[in-house]
């Protein structure tokens, strides 16, 4: 198995499609998947440059050319899923950049099977940017 064959993060085209607009509009963009607080369970946006990563962060892949980050306490929970953001009609997060566009990101998932398990454990997760 290659890191191409086993990714933690998956966009679909409508999320690609999304996240170029907003690359485009307000240049480079990182995704944090919330843990529940201001705006739920939710992928957000934010510009690259505003937005802090705490040191518990890890990276879990990009996404058109968006770094992809999630708490650490929350991976240990979501580790044996890979996470598929999707763009949907709906009201983003107030705090996300595509809030004003009428599209929202959503997390669905999928568990990943043993093999992939497997391979996940003997490459772990990138911590900070």
């Known amino acids: 198995m290659t890191p191409e064959d086993v990714l933690r993060v998956v966009a679909t085209p409508a999320a690609v ?3 170029e607009r907003l690359i485009a509009e307000h240049g480079s963009v ?3 998947q919330s843990g529940g607080c201001c705006d739920g369970s939710a992928p ?5 440059a505003e937005f802090m990563l705490g040191s518990s962060d890890v990276k879990l892949g990009t996404i058109a050319n968006a770094p992809f980050y999630m708490g ?3 991976f240990e929970y979501w580790h044996n899923l890979q996470l598929i953001i999707d763009a949907v009609p709906g009201r983003a997060g107030i705090f996300s950049l595509e809030q ?3 599209l929202r990101f959503l997390t669905r998932s999928r568990l990943f099977d043993d093999a992939e398990n497997a391979w996940l454990a003997a490459h772990p997760v990138e911590k900070g940017r």
């Open 100 to 102: 004003p566009t009428g």
């Open 44 to 48: 957000m946006c934010f510009p690259a």
């Open 72 to 74: 650490k306490a929350q």
């Open 17 to 19: 499609d999304l996240i």
């Open 30 to 32: 990182i995704f944090h």
